[in-house]
């Protein structure tokens, strides 16, 4: 799976640091660029600088929630584009889920998750099967 993210970027914010750790040793051999924050405010900071092409969000965060955050970065911006937002919470209610699909995140994983369900995710969006052409009609 070496450089299966190749040019990408990936910013990944939690404020758990053996979250944020074991997240960005797993993305080290993706070939992709990867940004950490483990507060909100530094979160978006990053976001606006480096233009990430996804972002692994945590929902708790200290300094600004990770709504507040998806708000910031998603504002104004169509659902699917730039940057795609995975949120990781440990909370299992379906109403914080409901709540960040209406402010356009991609994915909603509950922790603990296993680590292959958040890299087969980061590959739908960002490596996509491409399109099937459809045949012209005679």
Known sequence: ???????????VVDDDADVLTT?????????????SAADGNTAVEIAEKEQPDLIILDMMLPKRSGFIVLERIKARKPKGTKPHVIM??????????????????????????????LLASMEKLLNP??????????
Do not use: C
């Not at 070496?2 to 040019?7: E, H, N, T, V």
């Not at 997240?23 to 940004?35: E, R």
């Open 23 to 35: 997240i960005t040793a797993a993305l080290s051999t993706t070939g992709a660029k990867v940004f």
């Open 129 to 138: 099967p491409p399109k099937a052409e459809t045949a012209p009609t005679a």
């Open 1 to 11: 799976m070496a450089d299966q993210f190749k040019g990408r970027s990936i910013l």
């Open 88 to 117: 990781i919470t440990g909370n299992l209610g379906t109403r914080h889920k409901t709540y960040a699909e209406s402010l356009g995140v991609d994915d909603y994983l509950n922790k603990p998750f296993r680590m292959d369900r």
